[in-house]
């Protein structure tokens, strides 16, 4: 596990350097750069361990056993009461963090649906042609009728006329 220098650091700048790390991190937008950031700060397993402490909150968050998320996850049971007595203690930041999970997947949801009813023509503008036949059917064929009728008349008339 990773350790603090034994040796005394002035209170002080140690609330410098962490509020310089808590405004990195609000201060950076791109994922791709926090990713950057993470991977230079943390190792390899520190990087895995955290990423795991998440999905470990997020699933006790939603209601999962120890049982589901050793075998899942391959933790120990350690690793999971840890993570469930931050949860009981307060969490706030875990809990925060699994919301805005759960609001990331809403909008994921979406879109995949929105995508989903395009590709199967859901929500695709009606062709001219099929929205004057269906025009036409909703008015009823009386008033095609009544405009055949009266060309048919004005044709008969001329016709008459010449005579």
């Known amino acids: 596990m990773t350790k603090i220098s034994r040796k005394p650091i002035n209170p002080q700048k140690m609330g410098f350097y962490i509020n310089n790390l808590?405004?990195?991190?609000?201060?950076?937008?791109?994922?791709?750069?926090?990713?950057?950031?993470?991977?230079?700060?943390?190792?390899?397993?520190?990087?895995?361990?955290f990423a795991k402490r998440l999905e470990i909150a997020r699933r006790l968050l939603a209601g999962e056993t120890y049982e589901s998320i050793m075998n899942n996850l391959k933790v120990t049971e350690r690793t999971i009461s840890n993570v469930s007595n931050t949860l009981e203690r307060d969490g706030k930041g875990l809990r925060i963090a699994y919301q805005k999970l759960l609001d990331l997947e809403k909008s994921f949801q979406?879109?995949?649906?929105?995508?989903?009813?395009?590709?199967e023509h859901k929500n695709w503008p009606k062709l001219r042609e099929t929205v004057l036949v269906k025009n036409l059917i909703k008015s009823g064929l009386s008033k095609a009728d009544q405009v055949l009728r009266r060309r048919v008349r004005e044709v008969t008339a001329r016709k008459s006329l010449s005579i």
Do not use: C, G, P
């Not at 405004?23 to 990087?47: G, M, N, P």
């Open 22 to 49: 808590w405004s990195v991190f609000t201060l950076i937008d791109a994922k791709e750069e926090i990713k950057l950031l993470f991977k230079d700060l943390f190792t390899h397993t520190e990087y895995k361990m």
């Open 110 to 119: 979406l879109k995949r649906n929105s995508r989903q009813d395009y590709l």
